[in-house]
Each structure stands twice: as structure tokens, then as C-alpha cells.
């Protein structure tokens, strides 16, 4: 199953890879979500049955919608699922998405940081060139908690700008942090 407005099904770099999210998929995506919720927005762990619902009712049908708002990818290396991420808040109109991006857990460790920059790194020239060359899109965009530093520096070095703050925009473990935004504009060299 491939989303109605791409070509194919996977894009490939090297070893890596990124397919349209499928089912199961899913539970490895809901363990690494509730392990690492203190990087999400998200209010509180996940349910199998909450991954079912969600894909079922928003996974599902944004691959026949020629509007759909996301577009969620699986990602591989060597077929090996490590992450997974994608496109948001698409704006048809505005040609901008919003990237998410989540690693499996022990590559996202404070360990494994050169890992994560490379895995980070591919993942997002494989979204640019989604989201830049087969969609048309002008504009990406990440939030980013200010507190994750690698993921921030990671983004920077893809050529990601930094736009604003939103002070102490959220509440983590009863503290109030800062969001980042980035963004990238497709430029001709981009691509």
C-alpha cells in the first residue's frame, strides 16, 4: 500500500530505507513512543488499543486521501525496523509539512550518539527528497524541545535554520521548556 500522491512505495539510501507505515509495525512504534514520551507530544502512554484505533481511523484512509495532512513512513536499515517518521500537518495549499521523526529506542540512547546523528541524517534526505522532489513541497518545519541538543544540531547540519522559541511552551515532568522551531525551504540545491 503506497500513499495516493507518491510513486512508490519505498525510497531507498544505501542500506536505508523508508516504506509506508504498516500495521505491524505498529507495536514496536507504541513501545518506542511510551519510552520515549518525554520527547513527544504526547499526554500519556499508549494501548494496543490505541495503536489499532489510530491506524485504522488516521493511518488507513490518509493513503487514498489526494489531501491527506500526514504521511507516515517506516524506517529501515538492512530491513531491519529502527524508526519510524514522516510528514504532518500537511498543507496542501502552503506546500509545508511538518517532519516527525522517532528512533528505536536504544539507537536514540546518550550512548549511541554518533548513531543517532547518522540514522537522523539519512532519514532526513530521504524525507527531503519526498517531500522536496515527488510532493512539490516549498517549506518543512520541527519542533524541537530545547533540551535535545543532538537532535538540534542534527537538523542544523541538514540544513535546517533556526526560526523561534516558543518559551516555556511545554510541561515535562512538571517543568516548563522551550520549543524550537526549524525549517527548510526547498532551494534548487536541495534536491
Known amino acids: 500500500m503506497k500513499y495516493e500522491r507518491l510513486k512508490s512505495d519505498i525510497y531507498r539510501m544505501g542500506e536505508y530505507s523508508i516504506r509506508s507505515i504498516k500495521l505491524e509495525h ?7 513512543r511510551n519510552e520515549q514520551i518525554d520527547v513527544l507530544r504526547q499526554a500519556r502512554p499508549l494501548t494496543n488499543a490505541d495503536q489499532q484505533f489510530y491506524y485504522h481511523n488516521t493511518v488507513l484512509p490518509s493513503y487514498s ?59 532526513l534526505q530521504l524525507i527531503k527528497s519526498v517531500a522536496f522532489v515527488e510532493l512539490s513541497l516549498h517549506r518543512l518545519f ?29 510541561r515535562i515532568n512538571g517543568r516548563f521548556v522551550d520549543s524550537l522551531i526549524h525549517g527548510c525551504v526547498k532551494e534548487t540545491n536541495d534536491v
Do not use: C
Request: aromatic share 16%; no cysteine; charged share 25%.
Open 65 to 123: 486521501d489526494p489531501q491527506t495532512k500526514l504521511m507516515l513512513f517506516s524506517y529501515f536499515q538492512n530491513e531491519n525496523l529502527i524508526g519510524y517518521g514522516g510528514l504532518t500537518n500537511l498543507d496542501w495549499i502552503n506546500l509545508r509539512g511538518e517532519i516527525s521523526f522517532l528512533l528505536e529506542t536504544s539507537r536514540s540512547d546518550k550512548f549511541e550518539q554518533e548513531q543517532y546523528r547518522y540514522d537522523f541524517s539519512i532519514f
Open 142 to 170: 520541527t519542533e524541537t524541545y530545547e533540551f535535545r541538543k543532538l537532535h538540534i544540531s542534527v537538523l542544523e547540519q541538514n540544513g535546517f535554520m533556526f526560526e523561534g522559541r516558543m518559551r516555556q511552551h511545554v
Open 26 to 32: 505498529m507495536d514496536a512504534i507504541r513501545v518506542w
